[in-house]
């Protein structure tokens, strides 16, 4: 089994092919950190939707109200942060007002993030993968990377049961939303896309994820380069289900959606642990269900060593890998085969003609 590369999530998520006979899923080039939600509403005094109110939480714990939580925290509530469940936490200046202290365990590790849109900085907490977070609709993922404060912590990628307390998960966000909110604009899983680093960006040429694999980017010069994204493409986060393995990638003959947008298919990121971070990709079952035009097909077979290979019923939209030595597909018309070496093998990107 050709392993699977170490990551870059933390910066530039990837979404990692296995072998080398079919086409490699470009990178992700945008991450906007763990915690960007708007600033919370004033805690309401007693839980919604009529359950009993919790015992006091400690840091991280669930909570729909101030008084859920222990300690003077305030409650980060789902509705206007769309943390799922919600999360008692505290305004914090340095990483150790972060830690978690939980009777007969040892400390937990945490992390003070940037400044949210209101200027507050709240707590974190570190994880080495997404067993470590705990909590239904929280992962690990990784931030600040190649930088001396990088570092992984756990973050909200909401399921349909982690949104609770009249809010409902939106999958192409990871977020809760309360349940009468109006629908976001921007982009979805698969559709084209500018991403939110690029000048030309609006609100309507973004990903609602805040991820977008775009056509275009640029080395430490500032030289452009086509990625093979062409139109860019929009991806979103979700968690791995039980079934990723090494030994044939998934359990089933058909890949899962998780907690993906209807659409979408949650493909493995950086491992296959039950729990870990993974990549939302949009689904098919023919080439016609993608962007055929731009250079997209559906991508059904894996490598799986020099002589293995396995199928699975349905797929998700790539780009085409034109330098492929097995079910080589040629670019559309307007684009032309670029060949370009990744470590040892050969890659073909389809990019626009000159």
């Not at 830690?99 to 200027?119: E, N, S």
Request: hydrophobic share 30%; charged share 20%.
């Amino acid at each position: 089994m050709a392993s699977v590369r170490a990551s870059s999530w933390l910066v530039t998520p990837l979404l990692f092919a296995l072998g080398c006979s079919d086409e490699a899923v470009p990178p992700v080039t945008v991450d906007g950190g763990v915690d960007a939600p708007a600033a919370d509403a004033p805690a309401a005094d007693a839980p919604e939707a009529g359950r009993p109110m919790r015992n006091p939480q400690p840091l991280f714990g669930p909570c729909d109200s101030a008084a859920e939580c222990r300690d003077d925290m305030v409650c980060r509530r789902a509705a206007e942060t769309g943390l799922p469940g919600g999360q008692c936490n505290r305004e914090c200046t340095r990483d150790d007002e972060c830690v978690l202290f939980l009777p007969g365990a040892k400390p937990i590790d945490g992390f003070c993030q940037a400044a949210d849109t209101a200027g507050r900085r709240f707590c974190a907490r570190v994880c080495a993968n997404g067993i470590d977070c705990e909590r239904d609709g929280y992962t690990c993922i990784g931030i600040n990377a190649g930088t001396i404060n990088a570092v992984n912590v756990c973050s909200p990628v909401c399921t349909e049961t982690s949104c609770i307390d009249g809010t409902v998960c939106d999958h192409q966000t990871g977020r809760c939303r309360a349940a009468d909110a109006p629908p976001l604009t921007g982009r979805t899983l698969g559709q084209s896309c500018v991403a939110n680093t690029d000048p030309a960006m609006t609100p309507a040429t973004v990903c609602q994820s805040g991820l977008c694999n775009p056509q275009v980017v640029r080395d430490s010069m500032g030289t452009p380069f086509q990625t093979g994204s062409n139109g860019g493409y929009c991806v979103s986060r979700c968690i791995l289900p039980q079934g990723y393995n090494s030994s044939n990638i998934w359990t089933d003959m058909e890949l899962p959606r998780a907690n993906c947008p209807a659409n979408g298919i949650c493909f493995i990121s950086r491992t296959y642990a039950e729990g870990d971070i993974g990549t939302c990709v949009p689904a098919c079952t023919q080439d016609s269900d993608c962007r055929a035009s731009e250079g997209y097909y559906c991508r059904k077979t894996f490598q799986l060593s020099a002589t293995r290979t396995r199928t699975f019923t349905n797929g998700f939209c790539s780009p085409i890998n034109c330098a492929a030595t097995t079910g080589t597909r040629t670019c559309p018309s307007g684009y032309t085969c670029r060949r370009t070496m990744q470590g040892t093998a050969v890659v073909g990107n389809c990019v626009p003609s000159a």
